[in-house]
């Protein structure tokens, strides 16, 4: 629990530096970390990408999933 939580952070801020260049503060990065994880979950299934295994693989899953969002959420803004 406590490793997912850590992941979903680093993976949100990982995206929010790619994206824009800054973090979005801790809470906002782990929500955003956290609905990546799904986004990108569900597209590297769609695409044929196996699940991730280890830690790595989920946080490159995770990061790939929240500059999705990231991107989505700047488009509607």
């Known amino acids: 629990m406590i490793i997912g939580i850590i992941t ?3 993976a949100g801020f990982i995206a929010a530096k790619i994206t824009n260049g800054q973090g979005k503060g801790c809470l906002m990065d782990l929500i955003l970390g956290i609905v990546g994880g799904f986004v990108g979950g569900t597209l590297f ?3 044929g990408i196996g699940p991730a295994y280890n ?3 989920e946080l ?18």
């Open 8 to 10: 979903g952070i680093l």
């Open 45 to 47: 299934g769609l695409l």
């Open 55 to 57: 830690w790595l693989g």
């Open 60 to 77: 490159i899953t995770s990061v790939c999933g929240a500059v999705v969002v990231l991107w989505l959420w700047n488009k509607l803004k």
